[in-house]
């Protein structure tokens, strides 16, 4: 076996390869918090990387340009995250999520309530975070199963399978939001690709469910403190009792809607003639932007949600402020996570390891789509956390492309990273450990279902991606 290069040590990419371990070993083996970890790892990468320069003062500006870095992303990406953070917790304060699955369950049918559990986790883990979701619909999942007493692991997963899928490549979910800005995408054309390429991945993932379903059972078992009665009186709230449907929705769809729209009107003036460009009111693409823009519109969806809490808790409009605190301080842990991996990121781009890279492969033409998944795939395995795998993806793959770019469109590289971000799932996820507890699944019975569906979904998206990169290297936007 042919030893390293010695540029790989010493250089670039040996600087990034140190800092994705020092992450790894931050997290797994000291437990430190996700954005300690990214935030003293960017410092590390910015310190390496000045040994190299001249100058007086380089440490000191290594120093500040990590700080400038976490308060660009912070600036970008802040004021979102912390919108949809207001949608999905008021959405679930006011009933509005139970109200979207107990709906889709009773149009798609009983029958079909494994379809519906995916199709609704696909819907709320946009503006809602994934473990909300969870702790939302494991206990109609379980009431579920209850009721006709088989098909708890195909209820189980199928939720999962919709859920991940969204959380990993569609905004605003922080993550998805992240690697698009740094990817130079705009969040309407992530919106509509997400939902585009997620849809049949996670439908794949409901029919390994079944599969897995047919081959293993488990009972939906009382919870510690649980009675079957609490559980049964835990889903039989009545549903005149919850908001309607279109309210319920409203905070989610809406603001989809409208940052598709702006994008999709943009696509379609950048292919305009000139003739046809000047026949569109300048008025009216103003207005389209300007509720298309990511902030304004999940500002209206959170408006809506907050009025149907209100409504429904008959809270005063001069008491809803007091309603913002938790989503707040959920958001706000999120955004220091987020913020930090900018910093990181920003740090592994000005650390240059793009032209080694390509030196080390020669003649040898990168797959930048398999490279971007298999990056953040092993950071994943690795530490467990999805959004620092998503991060760290993010980052080195924009380093490796550099100027050169990535021989295709980067939505394929943004697909890749969210589809990444979800595999390998084992005992080291945060996520898995809230699905065994709520759901009384044992780590044997996890480890045999939820971690092959989800893991699988992984895989199924790569290839998904692959093929349409193939076929399609750039996309007309």
Request: aromatic letters at 8%.
């Amino acid at each position: 076996m042919l030893p390293l290069p010695l540029a790989f040590i010493g250089g670039p990419l040996g600087i990034v390869a140190f800092s994705i371990l020092f992450i790894v070993f931050v997290i797994a083996v000291l437990r430190l918090h996700a954005f300690f970890a990214l935030i003293l790892a960017a410092t590390v990468v910015s310190l390496l990387t000045a040994t190299g320069q001249t100058g007086e003062g380089r440490f000191v500006k290594a120093i500040e340009s990590v700080m400038a870095e976490f308060g660009t992303t912070a600036g970008k990406l802040g004021f979102a995250i912390a919108l949809a953070a207001v949608i999905g917790t008021s959405l679930m304060e006011s009933g509005a999520a139970d109200k979207i699955v107990r709906r889709m369950i009773a149009v798609l049918g009983e029958g079909r309530a494994a379809l519906a559990l995916c199709l609704t986790g696909f819907v709320l883990a946009a503006p809602v975070f994934a473990d909300t979701v969870f702790m939302l619909m494991l206990p109609l999942a379980r009431s579920l199963a209850r009721r006709t007493g088989k098909d708890y692991i195909l209820y189980v997963c199928a939720m999962g399978a919709g859920v991940v899928v969204t959380n990993g490549i569609v905004p605003p979910a922080p993550g998805p939001m992240f690697v698009a800005d740094k990817l130079g995408i705009t969040m309407g054309h992530a919106i509509l690709t997400g939902i585009a390429f997620g849809l049949l991945p996670a439908l794949a993932g409901l029919a390994t469910a079944r599969w897995i379903n047919r081959r293993m059972q488990a009972p939906p078992r009382p919870l510690e403190g649980e009675t079957a009665e609490a559980l049964t009186a835990q889903a039989a709230k009545p549903e005149s009792e919850l908001p309607g449907f279109l309210p319920s929705i409203a905070p989610v769809v809406l603001p989809l809607i409208l940052i598709a729209a702006a994008a999709t009107l943009d696509a379609i003036l950048k292919h305009a003639n000139a003739a046809t460009r000047a026949s569109v009111p300048t008025a009216f693409v103003q207005v389209i932007q300007f509720l298309g823009n990511k902030n304004v519109a999940l500002l209206l969806g959170a408006l809506i949600a907050l009025a149907v809490n209100a409504r429904q808790k008959n809270i005063a409009w001069k008491n809803v402020g007091a309603r913002l605190g938790k989503p707040i301080e959920m958001a706000g842990v999120m955004i220091l996570i987020v913020s930090a991996g900018g910093a990181f990121g920003g740090m592994i781009q000005a650390a240059g390891i793009g032209d080694q890279v390509r030196t080390l492969a020669g003649d040898h033409p990168l797959n930048y789509v398999f490279l971007a998944w298999l990056v953040t795939i092993i950071i994943r395995g690795a530490q467990g956390s999805a959004t620092v795998a998503t991060i760290a993806g993010a980052g080195v793959m924009m380093s490796i492309a550099g100027t050169a770019g990535f021989g295709v469109h980067p939505l394929y590289i943004f697909l890749a990273i969210g589809f990444g971000s979800k595999g390998l799932l084992w005992m080291n996820d945060a996520g898995f450990w809230i699905v065994s507890r709520m759901s009384g699944l044992t780590q044997g019975e996890m480890l045999k279902s939820w971690s092959v569906v989800i893991s699988l979904i992984s895989v199924y998206g790569l290839v998904e991606v692959l093929i349409a990169s193939t076929l399609w290297p750039q996309l007309p936007f």
